[in-house]
């Protein structure tokens, strides 16, 4: 076995150590897409040329792969496969695993996604597997692994300059070279910014990555830095009435994101006679600081309270207020008081009244230890690996009063919110051990049996009092099978897996009924919560040669799944509890071909539905007046279309000339907050992108994309608020929605030598 195939079968998650390997195709600069359900034993799969961001190539192709973005911003997606999430917001349940080089990329605080920190340039394989406990927590819809360029393989280099739309403008270079005999260095580099196509939505981001690889007798030796800093603004959902006027508009603004990210990894892979390995190390610190601009659930006091702040609709701001007390103090557990950080209540100032300004920081250091070995024997392979990872946070958020401007931006006004101040450290400890055997039981048939145990410790250490202070550990086994068969032209496999994710800080400091917290960010006290645990079983087949094929089929239930429950009729208060089951029954279908004319179709079906009933907030919900709503079983869950379908062309006109479609059409999706289906659903739609590549010569191509070709207006997230709060009365639809981006063209130069 070469170096190269050494490499690429042992720096995939641990799960892909039972897929088996075909194919010496090498893929330059470009990102080879896998779904690995029936096509779980090759390598080969849908090439994108040139790949924009990872989610949204992955999501151009896979049926099963939904992305939306609820901030507005195409940096920051929330991408979804059989329908669980992995987002960069906090509090959304993340079901999804991500690995660089064999990294875990989900963050250790609410194992969130930021996929705008992977960069581009840097990928050479995306590999996208369905649930599978190998793959780690957070796998219950899969896990995305990705393997980075290697000097040893790719040596070319590239620059390559964009303009477009919006004031988009960027520049990215990469860079491969052999340095002696036994040595290669690879790097790629990329700046981006834009102003948005809506208001305020300027954003920025730099990311570099650097690999070094060398082999020797003993083995291969590889290390990575991959660095990033952003500044991306999403301004999120828009009132449908303010959209209708004008596409561009923003509600409140601003909604800043910055990330500082610094990560190191490497990597010794070996082969002993029939017995081979890697070890791994890395340390990886990220940052993310927020500053959201939003409107106000605060107003002047009424009555005998007149010039104070209270919350609205609660006038009483405590029996033991003097409100001629120019000194006055209030009792923080009254609920209408407004307290500022010196224990005062809050004075009315116009300065202070229609706005707030919400600040987050998270500081997040992790390193880890891991390894993997096998060894073939008789009929069998057998896998066995393990892995250590510790990680510190400290997580710090605020709340500062202040008003809005003429354009609806938030400006502070100085004065600080004592109930909404958060300052927390966080430590997690994480064990894991896994194996999995292959057995070749006759010619046409493999048996694959494998499992994971994961053990989770976490501590939680509150910096202001003691509310927040719990130690938690969670344990768990989880077991796949899988049985596959090849016939004369066509394979076919079956599995079971189990998958789970422990709880993350967030649930856990807002999870005790007797003291809710605000919707989704609140930090209260902690109980603890079970893990949820996932059941998948599923079938699939493939095949073809001029035209090829696959099929699959697979159920997902979720034991224990946990969600924002109300905390009772007229509030926006709630806690996050373990609710009963949900299920996500599917259907996958793909068709694809041609040389000349390269063609693919993927359909994807997917019915994710409530199996418990349960009460769900939901304070502006349009039809409903108790703030809450009644989930039944059979109920569909948000933000999840029922039905896609993907499909994709490319004429290879000549040598020189290329011309490329790609169509996607989605079905209606549910709110969110509207999870008892009581209201019409948001309408489906069909987008279609192009592009035309020109080669100018055998160094220079220029390419043109086409986004949303027919500029369709259509919208891929929606959610209830209270527009008439700061519009005025006519805007009485509580419907926001988060609307696609207008038709943009890009233009790219891209030179190689």
Known sequence: MSIRRLSAALTCVAAFATIAEEGDTTFIAEVVVTALGASADRRDGALIDQPGELASSLDERLASIVVTHAQGNRLQPDLSLRGFVGSHLL??????????????????????????????????????????????????????????????????????????????????????????????????????????????????LSRAFLRADWLGDWGAIDASLTWADTDLKGNGAVPVQLQSRRREAVYTHPDLTQHQLFAATTRWRFERESTSGVFKTYVRSSDVSTLNGDDSDFEPCEDDWEGFLCAEDDDDIGDDVDADDDDLDADDDDDGALIDLEGRAIRADDRLVGATVNRTETRQLGWGVGFELRHPFARHELVVGGSFDSADVEFDSSTELGQLDATRGAIGGGVFLANAETSLETSTRTSALYLANTWSAAERVSITLGGRFDAVDLELVDQIGTALNGNHRFSRFNAMLRVGYRGEGWRGYAKFAETNRAPSPVELTCADP??????????????????????????????????????????????????????????????FANVGETRRDGFEGRLFGGEKVRWEMAYAYLDATFLDALRLPSPNHPEIDTGEVSVLPGDRLPLLP????????????????????????????????????????????????????????????????????????????????????????????????????????????????
């Open 514 to 575: 007797d003291d809710p917290c605000r919707l989704p960010n609140g930090f209260l006290a902690d109980p603890p919560l079970d893990d949820v645990v996932a059941r998948t079983i599923e079938a699939g087949l493939r095949g073809g040669e001029a035209v090829g094929w696959e099929l699959t089929l697979f159920r997902t239930t979720n034991r224990d799944d946990i969600h924002f429950v109300s905390a009772g009729s007229f509030t926006n208060e709630g806690y």
């Open 91 to 204: 509090g959304l349940p993340q079901g999804l695993a991500v690995y660089q080089d064999g990294v875990r990329l989900n963050e250790p605080f609410g194992d969130v996604i930021n996929w705008a920190l992977v960069p581009p340039g840097a990928i050479e394989t995306a590999l996208v597997e369905a649930s599978n406990p190998l793959l780690g927590l957070n796998a219950l819809g899969g896990a995305v692994a990705i393997e980075t360029m290697s000097g040893l393989t790719e040596q070319a280099r590239t620059v390559e300059a964009s303009t477009g739309s919006f004031g988009r403008r960027g520049i990215a270079a990469t860079v491969g070279a052999a340095i002696g005999e036994n040595g290669a260095i690879f790097g790629a580099f990329d700046v981006e910014s834009e102003d948005g196509w809506r208001d305020h939505s300027d954003s920025s």
């Open 642 to 753: 029922r039905h896609q379908l993907k499909g994709f062309v490319e004429w290879r006109v000549s040598d020189r000339w290329a011309f490329g479609l790609n169509a996607r059409m989605r079905s209606e999706i549910v709110y969110r907050g509207d999870e008892g289906n009581d209201i019409e659903a948001i309408d489906g739609f069909v987008v279609a992108d192009a592009y035309l590549d020109v080669s100018i010569s055998d160094e220079w191509r220029l390419r043109a994309t086409v986004e949303n070709l027919f500029d369709e207006d259509y919208a891929t997230f929606g959610v209830f608020g209270e527009a008439d709060e700061v519009l005025g009365d006519e805007f009485d639809n509580p419907r926001f929605i988060t609307p696609s981006m207008k038709r943009g063209v890009t233009l790219s130069l891209r030179g190689t030598w």
